[in-house]
T-cell receptor, first 113, second 113 residues
Framework: GNSVTQMEGPVTLSEEAFLTINCTYT??????LFWYVQYPGEGLQLLLK?????DKGSNKGFEATYRKETTSFHLEKGSVQVSDSAVYFC????????????FGAGTILRVKS | DTAVSQTPKYLVTQMGNDKSIKCEQN?????MYWYKQDSKKFLKIMFS???????INETVPNRFSPKSPDKAHLNLHINSLELGDSAVYFC????????????FGSGTRLTVV
């Protein structure tokens, strides 16, 4: 079945450091790919998305490119802030199953000042 | 205006009780979902309804019963609560086209004692 694998956390960075959170997927067909962010005590918010190969999603300084050849959708940010501390989830949309979102296990990001 | 609202936000109850969680969305979306997030932050889909029709029913104990009176509401009723049901339950909604991703509620933290 479809699945998403994310790098394990927690990831701890100093403010202004470069961030990469790796995400790879296994899917039949061509799913849409998403990154969601969950701040403490809150629900998940859509951070960015890409719907086809080579698309780049971007939002709030975060970027991710849909790479079909490596089945990856890595999240990057050039300079993190303390306010970016949260849990980040990579997900794919399983079009064959009612657009069910399949999530990775989540990666905790901690940014120190 | 809250797009996807869940009530209650916190629910503490004893084993064996029956409880309900309510969810409403004002986005005009066709599809609504229930997800369970465990203590390790792992997210798993439980149910999905499209315009009041059940379309996804994952392997969930039949003590859990979703009810959708109309396409803006999806409630979750749980009978005979067990300790292992303790988790955060998220409601979400999406347009019929899965490329737009989901909008999540802020979650209901259920604690069974």
């Amino acid at each position: 079945g479809n699945s998403v694998t994310q790098m394990e956390g927690p990831v701890t960075l100093s403010e202004e450091a470069f961030l990469t959170i790796n995400c790879t997927y296994t899917a039949t067909g061509y799913p849409s790919l998403f990154w969601y962010v969950q701040y403490p005590g809150e629900g998940l918010q859509l951070l960015l998305k890409a719907t086809k190969a080579d698309d780049k999603g971007s939002n709030k300084g975060f970027e991710a490119t849909y790479r079909k050849e490596t089945t990856s959708f890595h999240l990057e940010k050039g300079s993190v802030q303390v306010s970016d501390s949260a849990v980040y989830f990579c997900a794919l949309s399983d079009r064959a199953r009612g657009n069910k979102l399949v999530f990775g296990a989540g990666t905790i990001l901690r940014v120190k000042s | 205006d809250t797009a996807v609202s869940q009530t209650p936000k916190y629910l503490v109850t004893q084993m064996g009780n029956d409880k309900s969680i309510k969810c409403e969305q004002n986005l005009g979306h066709d599809t609504m979902y229930w997800y369970k997030q465990d203590s390790k932050k792992f997210l798993k889909i439980m149910f999905s309804y499209n315009n009041k029709e059940l379309i996804i029913n994952e392997t969930v104990p039949n003590r859990f019963s979703p009810k959708s009176p109309d396409k803006a509401h999806l409630n979750l009723h749980i009978n005979s609560l067990e300790l292992g049901d303790s988790a955060v339950y998220f409601c979400a909604s999406s347009p019929r086209d899965g490329d737009y991703g989901y909008t999540f509620g802020s979650g209901t933290r259920l604690t069974v004692v």
